[in-house]
T-cell receptor, first 114, second 114 residues
Framework: DAKTTQPPSMDCAEGRAANLPCNHS???????VYWYRQIHSQGPQYIIH???NNETNEMASLIITEDRKSSTLILPHATLRDTAVYYC???????????????FGKGTKLSVKP | DGGITQSPKYLFRKEGQNVTLSCEQN?????MYWYRQDPGQGLRLIYY???????QKGDIAEGYSVSREKKESFPLTVTSAQKNPTAFYLC?????????????FGPGTRLTVL
């Protein structure tokens, strides 16, 4: 079972920031937060990951709360091409065997509207 | 161009027939994965392989088989024992731990069993 909780859907106006929340209240100290997205009928695409510090790359920013029980993925200027299902995943580091496998929940369907 | 390819994009088979889905990567990745996705659901891990000639069962391996004879290739066979094989199948690859932060996904094969 996925160890994260996300809203099933969200809307965002084109050009505005999209803020996607994720709850991971049972996260362990050795687990990272990962975000992937899946555009309709395509394979998922990695976006970003982090442990406890905020992270930013060319696609998005990841804000993790100080207690690490929740995080927010921020797309600063959403475009129509950002319409996708966004998956928040927690995953162990320094793992062995299957502990490092990605477990995908149902994600949040983000619809960017003109 | 480097990438991961799956063929065919759409596949139709009669019930009771085995079918093999192809997955090839030229990213020099050690690890490869097979996932299944049903409509409106997240991805579920079928099998994964972290090195040539070795593979492990994922969460839903029953009715499936794999081989890893070459680093570049990880074919998945959907056998007649799989009770509900109609689904979207996704292959992915990554570097080995600890450099496996990002899994790269192929475009997927949509299998329909009639």
């Amino acid at each position: 079972d996925a160890k994260t909780t996300q809203p099933p859907s969200m809307d965002c106006a084109e050009g505005r920031a999209a803020n996607l929340p994720c709850n991971h209240s049972t996260i362990s100290g050795n687990e990272y937060v990962y975000w992937y997205r899946q555009i309709h009928s395509q394979g998922p695409q990695y976006i970003i990951h982090g442990l406890k510090n905020n992270e930013t790359n060319e696609m998005a920013s990841l804000i993790i709360t100080e207690d690490r029980k929740s995080s927010t993925l921020i797309l600063p200027h959403a475009t129509l091409r950002d319409t996708a299902v966004y998956y928040c995943i927690v995953r162990a580091m320094n793992y062995g065997g299957s502990q490092g496998n990605l477990i995908f929940g149902k994600g949040t369907k983000l619809s960017v509207k003109p | 161009d480097g990438g991961i390819t799956q063929s065919p994009k759409y596949l139709f088979r009669k019930e009771g027939q085995n079918v093999t889905l192809s997955c090839e990567q030229n990213l020099n990745h050690d690890a490869m994965y097979w996932y299944r996705q049903d409509p409106g659901q997240g991805l579920r891990l079928i099998y994964y392989s972290q090195i040539v000639n070795d593979f492990q069962k994922g969460d839903i391996a029953e009715g499936y088989s794999v081989s890893r004879e070459k680093k570049e290739s990880f074919p998945l066979t959907v056998t007649s024992a799989q009770k509900n094989p109609t689904a979207f199948y996704l292959c992915a690859s990554s570097f080995s731990p600890p450099k496996d932060n990002e899994q790269f996904f192929g475009p997927g094969t949509r299998l329909t069993v009639l």
